[in-house]
Structures are given as C-alpha cells and as structure tokens.
C-alpha cells in the first residue's frame, strides 16, 4: 500500500505565534511538521524562542520534519552584487542553524530570488552564483547534520523551470541534495504531470497545495483544479517514497484551517490506497 506520511506546514499559521498553534495542530490529527521561518510565526534569529519551540515540538511528539528557509526579495543567493549574495547565504545559515536546533531533518530552500526582473544577459552568472552558493549551503547543513531540499519556484521567477532545476543539480559538488516538489507552482507552469517524471531521481519530498490554475492560491488538495489522482498515480507508478507536506493557506479561523488540512490529508490517503495495484 502507498502510505505516505502526510504533514502540515505551520505556514498556514505564519502570522501567528508557533507557541499558539502547536497543541492544536496535535489535536488536530498531525505529527509530521515543516516549520515556517516567517518571524511573526517564528523568530529564527532569536536563539531562546528557537530552543523553546524546540522543546514544546518534542512535548508534543511532534517531527519537525522540515524546515522552510526564509525567502523575501532582499535575499538573493544568485545576486551579481557579492555583498548582497553574502549577506543572503549569512542569513540563510542563520535559518538552517535554527532548522537543526529544532531538530528539523530537512532544510527546504527557494533556490532562486523572489523578484521576477532579472535581465537575459545576467542568467548564465546568476545560475553559476546560485550554484557556488549553494555547495557552501551544502557543507553548512552537512555539518549541521540536516539535508538539503531544492524547491521548484513559480513559473514567472527564476528556476521556475523543471531544466533550470535540474541543471543546478548537476551543478553541485554532491548528490545528496533532494528536490521538494511544489505541486501549485507546477501546475501554474504548466508542466506537473510531466515535471514528476523529470525529477523523480531526485523528488525526495513534496509541497502539496491546489489551485485553480490562475495563480498560487495555496488551496488545500482537492479544492482546486489539480488532476489529483493522476498525479498520485504517477507518484505511486515511480515509487516515490518521501513525505507530503500540505503547503496550505490559512484562514482567521484556526480551526476551519485545520478542519480542512484534515480534510485534504484524508483525501490524500484514499487517493494514495488507491492507486497500489495490490489494493
């Protein structure tokens, strides 16, 4: 049977305090987390707040599965300005610091800047920085003792594009950095029933969220217009083996937000039972 472990992202609560979210989240029905960076959620900065989220997340027998590392448009690993590209691997490590004092497993990264206008004649330097940056990332998180995940971005942005990934794949000094697959950003490429078979040497995780095709609504699985069962089928046809994690909006309602990450989280399921042929 495909039983893949199925976790929430604390996202969807990024406004709001990990320390008022956590209990609920438990009751909820979920143990596996990926811890947002956003600081009104989670001050990575701030040593004694980590440490304490750490401590609660292990009260509550919770798996800080992963980590999100921060993305906003002032950090810019791929940056023609070395300043600006040091300054972002600076803050960066910070996070991943923070990642492994939590005890995350996985330190999940945009590997390319939030800011669509970056000129054609810069790309080919921008990738060879994002690539140099990234294998100091790799040793950092090494020693850390927590793996690397690649997150594909959206379309309009930099390595948005399946290619653009995997060419900085093949630009790292290893092979252990694993590829997480944002399912809502795929389908606004254009390419997720495709884009599965492109990386699945490498798809160790994935970021499971819905849309309608128009833009990144972060809806949960099964409220948008994702072919859900395709891509499941496909997934189980490859053998995937990793962690879902639904990467989803929240709503002013706690409790609605988790009533329908309970909800996608059963849809999942069912979808995963069913397309094992020994089902």
């Not at 989220?53 to 023609?80: K, M, Q, V, W």
């Not at 390595?159 to 990934?165: E, I, M, P, S």
């Not at 849309?211 to 699985?221: E, V």
Request: hydrophobic residues 40%; glycine residues 6%.
């Amino acid at each position: 049977m495909n039983d893949w472990p199925i976790g929430l992202s604390t996202g969807c609560f990024y406004q709001t305090s990990i320390f008022d979210c956590l209990k609920q989240i438990r009751e909820t029905g979920f143990s596996i987390l990926e811890i947002c960076s956003f600081p009104a959620h989670l001050d990575y900065h701030d040593y004694e707040a980590v440490r304490r989220a750490g401590e609660l997340i292990r009260e509550l027998d919770l798996e800080p599965y992963s980590f999100h590392a921060p993305f906003a448009e002032y950090i810019d690993i791929t940056s023609i300005d070395d300043e600006v590209r040091n300054k972002s691997l600076s803050e960066i490590k910070t996070a991943a610091a923070a990642a492994a004092e939590i005890g995350a497993r996985y330190f999940v990264i945009h590997p390319g800047p939030e800011n669509s206008d970056i000129p054609n004649e810069q790309r080919l330097q921008r990738m060879d920085n994002a690539a140099d940056t990234l294998n100091q990332l790799v040793k950092h998180c090494h020693q850390l003792g927590i793996g690397l995940m690649l997150e594909n971005m959206l379309p309009h942005l930099f390595f948005g594009r399946a290619r653009d990934v995997l060419w900085i794949l093949g630009a790292l000094e290893t092979t252990e950095v694993g590829i997480c697959l944002d399912t809502g950003h795929a389908y606004l490429s254009g390419d997720l029933y495709t884009v599965v078979h492109k990386l699945s040497g490498h798809l160790r995780m994935i970021h499971a969220s819905d849309n309608c095709g128009n833009r990144d609504d972060h809806l949960p699985p099964g409220e948008g217009d994702i072919a859900w069962e395709t891509l499941v089928t496909q997934l189980a046809q490859l053998h995937f083996c990793g962690t879902v994690i639904l990467e989803i909006a929240g709503t002013p309602n706690m409790h609605e937000t988790l009533e329908r990450a309970r909800v996608a989280k059963q849809f999942l399921c069912q979808l995963a039972r069913s397309s094992d042929p020994n089902t």
